[in-house]
């Protein structure tokens, strides 16, 4: 049975109907959807009741996964844990609990593992308990915001290589949030500013909160010129905000599209997500 796409914006997102992904998937049966994903950068499936191995055996059909490093709320090797909700007592942790001014950090335009040497292809997202109000997840388009730039401003952009820092991000949130090790962990990286999909030749700029600056700019003109980058992608116009339902499915690709968590009232609500995240196929600049 052939799937249902029905886009959901006019330059992003589209819904998928019409297929059971809990069942195992033939090359055939994923082939449309993996069209489905490089043309419309977000995807959104309802209704799927996805075990944590079942949501692993899906997202492998796109490639290798990460593992994770900094499941602060548990999770397993492929899952991370995007909880407000103590796996320990089952509760909901208190607001000022280090776990979650971390995963505050999710507020703020990003795009999965820009921080990496080898940044994330694409994030699987699966609402396991979803608030009734507030928590959606917002995605801007960084091909749509390229594609109506100026040839001179796309031109300026061409060979551009952007600095990505998790210390520097996490910093916004709270310059104490991170320890030692965690810095060491994560230390800065090079990223093209320039992306292209290999499968259909778009372009698109690439940007994220991990960015923190240009390569040969002055740190500050660096800094006000991704800023600018992430106002473009994130007008109304280029944007598909997802309000979630329990047993949602939402997948983006993050070589060019942007997504920030919207807050919501975690003192009262439970919010559990677990998200597979898809390795990309190498580095996008010469390494630091
Ligand atoms: C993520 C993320 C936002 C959200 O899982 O990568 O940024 O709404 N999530 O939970
Ligand atoms: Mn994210």
Request: charged share 25%.
């Amino acid at each position: 049975m052939a799937i249902q796409i029905r886009k959901l914006t006019k330059h992003i997102g589209a819904e998928i109907s019409g297929i059971d992904i809990t069942k195992p998937l033939d090359d055939a049966a994923f082939a449309p959807i993996l069209d489905a994903f490089n043309e419309n950068s977000v995807l959104v499936f309802h209704d799927q009741d996805l075990s944590d191995d079942q949501q692993v055996a899906f997202s492998q059909h796109f490639g290798a996964l990460e593992t994770t490093v900094q499941s602060n709320v548990g999770g397993g090797t492929y899952i991370a844990n995007i909880s407000n909700v103590d796996p320990e007592t089952d509760k909901i942790l208190p607001v000022d609990d280090w776990r979650i001014v971390y995963n505050s950090g999710n507020e703020m335009w990003h795009t999965d593992s820009s921080f990496k040497p080898v940044p994330a292809l694409a994030s699987l997202l699966t609402g396991r308990e979803v608030p009734p109000e507030g928590a959606e997840t917002e995605f801007g388009s960084m091909r749509a915001a390229y594609a109506v730039m100026s040839p001179e401003e796309q031109a300026r952009l061409e060979g551009l290589i952007a600095v990505h820092d998790f210390t520097y991000s996490r910093g916004l949130v709270d310059p104490n949030l991170l320890n030692e090790e965690h810095r060491n962990e994560t230390p800065p990286v090079h990223q093209a500013v320039v992306r292209t999909n290999p499968t259909n030749g778009k372009k698109s700029f690439y940007t994220a909160s991990h960015a923190s600056h240009i390569i040969g700019w002055p740190v500050e003109e660096g800094r006000a010129f991704l800023k600018d980058l992430v106002a473009r992608a994130t007008q109304p116009e280029f944007t598909y905000s997802h309000k979630w339902q329990a047993k949602d499915l939402v997948i983006w690709d993050n070589r060019c599209v942007l997504h920030r968590g919207r807050s919501w009232d975690k003192a009262r609500y439970r919010r559990v997500m677990h998200r597979t995240t898809v390795a990309g196929d190498g580095p996008t600049a010469p390494p630091a």
